[in-house]
């Protein structure tokens, strides 16, 4: 976890964020509130992606943008041998087949719809998906969710960015492009 803090952003690198820039580490196992399991089994690997679930190691952080009161976050995850790979395969095969899950979470019940999207040419392999999820009828607009989840080695980084309404807000390309590039080199030999 240590190795993957280190490679996480710092404050004063992402200009487009509120400072700090915290990097922080997973809740001890069976410390934090669990819901419980999704309505499609199919569409569980989206989700363990984005959390560096069965990772060696994983540290996330969070994105206030300046600009998006929603903001964005990125979970990095260490693999063993192979692992990643086998991750990687799980998530494609599960956006190829996903398209609708209901699940709980902290607000409640929801219904997400699944949307695959055309996902950025880095990393060894990348996909990109959004959930968008209706807010009710108390909030006008849909909770809409954009994924970018890119495998560089053994390693696996996953990007979000909120918006509510018909925005599709993307996360920061070249943030991106920067934090792969990072795990690409912490890699080489």
Not at 36 to 56: H, K, T, V
Not at 154 to 159: E, G, K
Request: proline residues 8%; charged residues 25%; aromatic residues 8%.
């Amino acid at each position: 976890m240590a190795q993957l803090k280190t490679l996480a952003f710092k404050s004063g690198e992402v200009p487009q964020a509120h400072e700090p820039i915290e990097v922080r580490e997973p809740m001890p196992e069976g410390s934090g509130r669990t819901f419980p399991p999704i309505s499609a089994p199919s569409c569980q690997p989206l989700i363990n992606a984005r959390s560096g679930e069965g990772s060696f190691a994983h540290v996330f952080q969070t994105f206030n943008w300046k600009e998006n009161i929603m903001g964005g976050g990125s979970t990095l995850a260490s693999y063993e041998d192979g692992k990643a790979e086998q991750r990687f395969a799980e998530l494609k095969q599960a956006l190829a087949t996903c398209r609708s899950y209901e699940g709980e979470g902290w607000v409640g019940k929801f219904k997400a719809t699944v949307k695959a999207e055309a996902p950025p040419q880095i990393g060894d392999e990348a996909v990109a998906w959004r959930e968008i999820i209706p807010m009710g009828p108390d909030q006008p607009g849909d909770r809409n969710e954009q994924f970018i989840v890119v495998r560089t080695g053994t390693t696996i980084a996953a990007f979000s960015e909120l918006s509510i309404g018909a925005e599709n807000l993307s996360f920061p390309a070249e943030l991106i492009s920067r934090q792969v590039e990072r795990l690409r080199n912490a890699q080489r030999p």
